[in-house]
């Protein structure tokens, strides 16, 4: 029998190790750590508190010092021009704090002003403190001045202190628009005022404003044409300002002028009748308006022509040739008729001056009559003529300060006769014409070049003379000089020979420099504007840039050409007309450098 195994020992289960007992020291770091996190979460919590108090308090602190204080404008939304008006500022302190160092701030437009003796743009009314609930008004009088039918804003800005040193501000705007002038205006006049007779102009105004000016004025002006008589009222000063006084609301008033209007050509004269109120030994313009005085038609009919046109402009050095063109359609014959011509501008040369009349240099008139042109002793009606006369421009401009430019030539030409017809209350029949004419501006430039140039900052290498297949440098100028007028767009041109090369290095005395175009090898120079006597009292605009040429063999013996023609145009402001200038090609002759012989500019080997 087999034997019997041996059985196998119970199986032991494991037993669990208590963990072993901390020491002394580790339980102490768990003790200090479990502090720190509770002192760490306290003082977040005390952090967030801190926060969320300094928000509220910024929050009513704001609230309790802008959003509850207002600030309400009161006054009328149309007004008169020229009439005083008020403008109530009212700010309510609603906030639980004190305002202190209070100011109403007030912005006005062009058209408001302050009626204050005062006219800045800006008002400044110092408030002072504002306790809680109280309230501040300020009443500010304005006129307005501008045209009827213009809206303006007044805008009006409250600003102080509260709690601290922050300035806190409000503002608001308010709308006026000017609807109506306070005088109203009626005018008489003839239909058609015969030239050389007498007539009248009567003015009848009222104040329709229910306002009460204390003092007003009266200032009409006239036509050049037109010579002064006689008024109803004796004005104040030079036959066309009146002081009215105090004009009250509903009164009325009138004022007759007169007087008699020489035959123009042209347009139709005006006279300008303006009202102004005072205010603190101020004038402010309450109304206005345009008298057209309807000339009938002239009894000589008569032009002005330079040199065949009417519109020529002439330049400096210019012949001008007068030529007086009249006709008479009075209807009758004109006896022992006398032209005059007076001639003023300071580009005339007078010494010139030749024509068939009699000149005299002390008054700068021409006068022709029947001893100088016997036709003239008796012109037939629906006769005409004409006469003549030659004078020269100065070669330059008379500058001598930096505003002598737009230079203007005035031509007059007076005719009359003692002939008059008998509907007509003047002593002669008389006709007065004019012409002016604007003188055209200059504009000049000149090309220059060195070798030696230390004086520009820029230093050339190479030789001298130049030498075939050896590069030399030059450095070329560009001077502008401008005269008698204003010019824009100007553009400068030249370009570069065979044998010569742009070296880029390039300078100038204003904000534009010239620039190259390889592809057309031509120097450009463009410039936006150049005032009028630049270069002439002062020092002239300039360029100055660097070119290399390398001689070939054909240049043996001969100067280097550097630079082609140059060209200039530019816009005349003042004419309107194109001025065009130039100078001739430059070579290595350099007239303009001293250091340079006659021939020592010649290619040389």
Request: proline share 6%; aromatic share 8%; no cysteine.
């Amino acid at each position: 029998m087999p034997a019997k195994e041996a059985p196998l020992p119970p199986k032991k289960l494991p037993q669990r190790i208590p963990p072993p007992e901390p020491a002394e020291e580790s339980m102490k770091e768990v003790s200090e750590i479990r502090w720190l996190k509770r002192l760490v979460l306290v003082f977040v919590g005390f952090l967030a508190l801190v926060i969320l108090a300094a928000a509220a308090f910024i929050y009513f602190y704001l609230k309790g010092t802008s959003a509850d204080v207002k600030i309400e404008i009161e006054g009328p939304e149309a007004v008169f021009r020229g009439v005083p008006f008020a403008v109530a500022v009212n700010v309510t302190n609603d906030s639980d704090r004190l305002l202190s160092q209070a100011e109403i701030t007030v912005n006005l437009p062009e058209n408001i002003k302050v009626l204050a003796g005062q006219n800045s743009g800006r008002l400044s009314d110092s408030v002072g403190d504002m306790g809680s609930g109280s309230l501040t008004k300020r009443t500010y009088q304005f006129l307005a001045v501008g045209e009827v039918g213009t809206e303006d804003k007044i805008s009006f800005n409250f600003s102080y202190l509260s709690g601290g040193r922050n300035r806190f501000d409000t503002s608001q705007k308010f709308k006026v628009k000017t609807e109506a002038v306070p005088i109203e205006l009626a005018v008489k006049k003839p239909d058609e005022v015969r030239p050389g007779s007498s007539f009248e102009v009567e003015l009848t105004y009222k104040n329709v404003s229910g306002f009460d000016f204390p003092e007003m004025v009266l200032e009409i002006q006239y036509p050049s044409s037109f010579r002064f008589t006689a008024a109803s009222l004796t004005p104040d000063s030079l036959n066309n300002y009146w002081r009215l006084g105090e004009v009250k609301a509903g009164s009325e008033g009138k004022l007759t002028v007169r007087g008699a209007l020489q035959p123009v050509s042209g347009a139709s004269p005006t006279m300008t009748v303006a009202f102004a109120a005072v205010f603190f030994g101020e004038n402010y313009p309450v109304a206005e308006t345009d008298v057209d005085l309807s000339l009938a038609p002239p009894p000589l009919e008569t032009k002005i022509l330079i040199n065949q046109r009417e519109d020529y402009v002439p330049r400096v050095g210019d012949r001008l040739n007068y030529a007086i063109q009249y006709r008479n359609l009075s209807g009758i014959a004109l006896v022992e008729v006398t032209v005059e011509m007076e001639l003023v501008g300071e580009m005339f040369d007078f010494n010139s001056v030749t024509a068939g009349g009699s000149w005299n240099p002390a008054t700068r008139k021409i006068t022709w009559n029947g001893n100088t042109n016997p036709g003239l002793r008796l012109l037939d009606a629906g006769g005409s003529g004409e006469l003549g006369f030659s004078v020269n421009l100065k070669n330059s401009f008379p500058i001598a300060r930096l505003g002598d430019k737009n230079f203007i030539l005035k031509a007059t030409v007076q005719i009359s006769s003692p002939s008059v017809l008998s509907y007509l209350t003047a002593a002669e029949t008389r006709v007065i014409s004019s012409l002016e004419t604007k003188v055209a501006g200059l504009i000049t430039v000149d090309a220059q070049a060195f070798y030696r140039d230390a004086e520009s900052g820029i230093l050339n290498s190479g030789s001298m003379p130049p030498k075939v297949n050896q590069p030399t440098q030059y450095s070329l100028h560009w001077l502008i000089r401008n005269y008698g007028t204003d010019v824009k767009d100007v553009n400068l041109r030249a370009s570069l020979p065979a044998g010569v090369r742009w070296t880029n290095v390039v300078k100038s005395n204003i904000e534009s420099v010239p620039l190259y175009n390889e592809e057309t090898r031509e120097v450009e120079w463009s410039i936006d504007k150049i005032r009028a006597t630049k270069g002439v009292l002062d020092s002239p605009v300039e360029a100055v840039f660097q070119i290399e040429a390398t001689p070939d063999a054909a240049s043996l013996g001969r100067f280097q050409p550097l630079f082609g023609d140059t060209s200039l145009r530019a816009t005349d402001e003042f004419t309107g007309l194109e001025l065009t200038s130039s100078d001739i090609a430059i070579n290595s002759s350099l007239p303009d450098d001293m250091t340079i012989g006659q021939n020592g500019g010649k290619v040389g080997l």
